[in-house]
T-cell receptor, first 112, second 113 residues
Framework: GESVGLHLPTLSVQEGDNSIINCAYS??????FIWYKQESGKGPQFIID?????DKRQGQRVTVLLNKTVKHLSLQIAATQPGDSAVYFC???????????FGTGTQLKVEL | KAGVTQTPRYLIKTRGQQVTLSCSPI?????VSWYQQTPGQGLQFLFE???????NKGNFPGRFSGRQFSNSRSEMNVSTLELGDSALYLC????????????FGPGTRLTVL
């Protein structure tokens, strides 16, 4: 079956450094990917998404890279801030639908 | 524009009872999806509704059901509650049905005793 996410469970970075959170997926037919941030007690918050016809997409302080050859995507956060501390999930869908398969998540800890 | 709202935010039920959770999507959004989040299984897709029709269903028993109303609001129901149903139930809405960005609500925390 399809699976998404070979996350490191925890990533610790210093404030001001760049963070890179990685994610792998198994279904080569996956054509849409999305990153969410979830803070304690809250629902997942949309960060950025990318479709399979793209390799890279940039937002405000965030960049998502998609490597379809090795079925890997990453989320880069520039100048990481304490407010970035949260659990980050990648998710993917197949066939143009809205059914998302989520990875297990990476806890990002920002040290002052 | 208001975000996705879910009610109630917290629920405590006992085994064997049934529960109904409600979700109001972002104004103009027509697709509503439900997810269950637990520490052990993570985020798992339950079902998706669009124009009052279920378009997709995850691998959950028939005790889990849902519906969508003409105003796009959605409800999910869990009958004959089990201890393992304790979870955060999340609703997400999107404008359309084809790989569209889904925005999540805060969730309903269900505890089954």
């Amino acid at each position: 079956g399809e699976s998404v996410g070979l996350h490191l469970p925890t990533l610790s970075v210093q404030e001001g450094d760049n963070s890179i959170i990685n994610c792998a997926y198994s279904n080569s037919a996956s054509d849409y990917f999305i990153w969410y941030k979830q803070e304690s007690g809250k629902g997942p918050q949309f960060i950025i998404d990318i479709r399979s016809n793209m390799d890279k997409r940039q937002g405000q302080r965030v960049t998502v890279l998609l490597n379809k050859t090795v079925k890997h995507l990453s989320l880069q956060i520039a100048a990481t801030q304490p407010g970035d501390s949260a659990v980050y999930f990648c998710a993917g869908s197949t066939g143009g639908g809205n059914k998302l398969t989520f990875g297990t998540g990476t806890q990002l800890k920002v040290e002052l | 524009k208001a975000g996705v709202t879910q009610t109630p935010r917290y629920l405590i039920k006992t085994r064997g009872q049934q529960v109904t959770l409600s979700c109001s999507p972002i104004s103009g959004h027509r697709s509503v999806s439900w997810y269950q989040q637990t520490p052990g299984q993570g985020l798992q897709f339950l079902f998706e509704y669009f124009s009052e029709t279920q378009r997709n269903k995850g691998n959950f028993p028939g005790r889990f059901s849902g519906r969508q109303f003409s105003n796009s609001r959605s409800e999910m129901n869990v009958s004959t509650l089990e201890l393992g149903d304790s979870a955060l139930y999340l609703c997400a809405s999107s404008l359309w049905v084809r790989s569209d960005t889904q925005y999540f609500g805060p969730g309903t925390r269900l505890t089954v005793l």
